[in-house]
């Protein structure tokens, strides 16, 4: 009987401990997009770019690639002097689900009102614990476009 309730015990106290952790990764998580959607809308690639891991992969919505936080940081650079010059970013969390206590999965719909870039576009962030921040791996970004049928293509 004793055994029993110190298992109960126990198992309340790592649930609570789980919980209180999973809430504050969360936040963090979510801190991460907002931090990309200030560094956007603020046209500062290297605010943006410093979201990223040194080693992140980012798909463009074309389907080109690009590696590495550099990579990202000059990319962004020509973006935010061209066509998104003066956009505004804004995420909405579709989903967030962990595949392990330190990396999240986050799939988004994001939008750029104005100009050229008022695309509606979906995201799926890969994100983890890198030592005691949190950053963003890898990112697919796509647009969306209405779908009209089996022989429609893009």
Known sequence: MVQ???????????????????????ASVKAILGRLEKAWTSGDAKAWSEAF???ADFTVWSGLRVHGREAIRAGHEG????PYK???LKFEIDSLRWVRPDVAVVLTK???PG???????????VIS??????LVDAFQNTRVQEWRGPTDRP
């Open 53 to 55: 891991a040194k080693d």
């Open 79 to 82: 973006i935010f002097k061209g």
């Open 4 to 26: 029993k309730m110190v298992i109960a015990l126990w198992c309340g106290l790592m649930s609570s401990v789980s919980f209180a952790n999973v809430n504050k990764d969360e």
């Open 129 to 134: 614990k890198h030592g005691k921040s949190w």
């Open 110 to 112: 994001g939008d750029t």
């Open 115 to 125: 100009g050229k870039a008022g695309e509606q576009m979906k995201q799926t962030f």
């Open 86 to 88: 003066g956009t505004v």
